[in-house]
């Protein structure tokens, strides 16, 4: 799997006992950046809201990719803190926000 420089950036601060985990949360973050990549491609394609029906139910509701899309980013800015706290309280790590990052690459 080929890292962004971001994150091999920030496993080459992390100490030596703590790597295993940082590789495996850089794991997670990357599969997680491609569903957010995917889930928003496809609230783009078909919107925000979904006509649903079934048996009498019949109403406008949230689209499922809008409401994955919110808990994984929920999700990979925690994963991400996670990840930048085994490096310590640097200044570097403090100015380091996934969400926003993510939002202007996008």
Do not use: C, W
């Not at 599969?31 to 048996?55: A, P, R, W």
């Amino acid at each position: 799997m080929a890292l962004k420089a971001e994150y091999k950036a920030i496993l080459g601060k992390i100490p030596e006992d703590k790597k295993t985990i940082g590789k495996k949360l850089v794991e997670e973050l990357s599969f997680m950046e491609k569903t957010l990549k995917s889930l928003k491609q496809e609230i783009l394609n078909n919107g925000e809201l979904e006509h649903f029906q079934q048996g009498k139910q019949d109403f406008i509701r949230e689209s499922p990719a809008l409401k994955s899309y919110n808990t994984t980013v929920q999700r990979y800015s925690v994963m991400y803190r996670q990840l930048t706290d085994l490096i310590g309280k640097s200044a570097e790590a403090e100015k380091s926000n996934a969400v926003y990052d993510f939002i202007k690459e996008s």
